[in-house]
């Protein structure tokens, strides 16, 4: 184990994986040389050449385009796009392509492609910088949707999505990059997709969140427990496929379930839970479900930053009104 910065766990993984798998190439846009925009692909160029390591033109349609030629021939193309605001320029390449290549060939073939996704908020950034849209590809069927919350499991995700057969679009926080560090295994290590973690166990309610949204759902935790509550925490990390059984289970020992994003409220990942949850776990609830989220307007600039995202305040009121519901 070695401790790591999330951006340095995720440019481990790789290393790892193009040294481990001759078939893994990179490209993007200023990943090679200059190591990429948050320096995710540093030394990558250097050590495995510009055959492995591409830099692209500034066309994302065409980044993706042609990644998915190399899949389907037989390559693992990890994608960077600078940020998740300049993926719908490749909409119809993932949707209409990469999506649908298992099923339009009958199984025939596969698309072994990842596209990284820096996303959210609390850098201060312009706009299209900001956005937290994982809903929109998560309501695409064939597209695998993966988002990690703490350094090993940005390892192991990012492993474990580059050996995937299908497609995976890999989402990192950008506030993660350099704010977060923890211990992460230097060898091999696979966190599985498809699957949630409960990071801590508790019985009175129910948290659940991803991504960036872990570390203010955790201080509001912390906050809530110095006054006897203890409330059990979800890390989904992994948003399509939805491990809902663990939310069901969950839900059932506690009755109660907030739900934490920075993406819109409307049609969000926690609507989906919201209703999966109204469905089949109704009978045990002693609450209605509470959606802490950001706003169903475009983030906003910096000076109103703050008031959009989630935050240890917002939750806290979350858990202490379904509490006393």
């Not at 806290?316 to 519901?325: G, K, P, R």
């Amino acid at each position: 184990m070695t401790e790591l910065s999330f951006i340095k766990a995720i440019n481990h993984a790789m290393h790892y994986e193009m040294e481990r798998d001759e078939r893994v190439v990179v490209l993007g846009e200023d990943i090679g040389v200059g190591g990429g925009v948050f320096r995710a692909t540093e030394g990558l160029y250097q050590k495995f050449g510009r055959q492995r390591v591409i830099d692209t033109p500034l066309a994302e349609s065409g980044i993706v385009g042609a990644a998915i030629g190399m899949a389907v021939y037989g390559l693992r193309p990890v994608v960077e796009i600078e940020f998740q605001g300049f993926a719908y320029l490749a909409m119809q390449q993932l949707v209409s392509h990469a999506a649908r290549i298992r099923w339009r060939s009958r199984g025939r073939y596969t698309c072994p492609l990842v596209v990284r996704l820096p996303y959210g908020g609390g850098f201060k950034a312009l706009e299209h910088h900001s956005e937290s849209m994982e809903a929109l590809w998560v309501h695409t069927p064939g597209l695998k949707v993966v988002c990690p919350s703490t350094p090993e499991d940005a390892k192991g995700l990012l492993l474990a999505a580059i050996r995937d057969p299908d497609p995976v679009l890999f989402f990192e926080a950008i506030k993660l990059y350099r704010s977060l560090k923890g211990e992460v295994p230097e060898k091999d290590y696979i966190a599985p997709i498809g699957k949630a973690k409960v990071v801590r166990d508790g019985q009175d309610v129910t948290l659940v969140s991803y991504g960036a949204s872990m570390m203010p759902t955790l201080e509001a935790v912390d906050e809530l427990s110095k006054n006897g509550l203890r409330p059990e925490i979800i890390d989904l990390r992994t948003l399509s496929p939805l491990d809902f059984e663990t939310i069901h289970a969950s839900a059932v020992k506690t009755g109660r379930v907030v739900i934490v994003h920075e993406a819109p409220l409307t049609c969000g990942v926690g609507a989906e839970i919201a209703a999966r949850l109204a469905q089949k776990t109704l009978l045990h609830l002693k609450a209605p479900v509470i959606r802490v989220t950001g706003y169903d307007i475009p983030p906003p600039y910096a000076l109103s930053e703050n008031m959009y995202y989630p935050n240890k305040e917002r939750i806290i009121a979350a858990v202490n009104e379904t509490m006393s519901f």
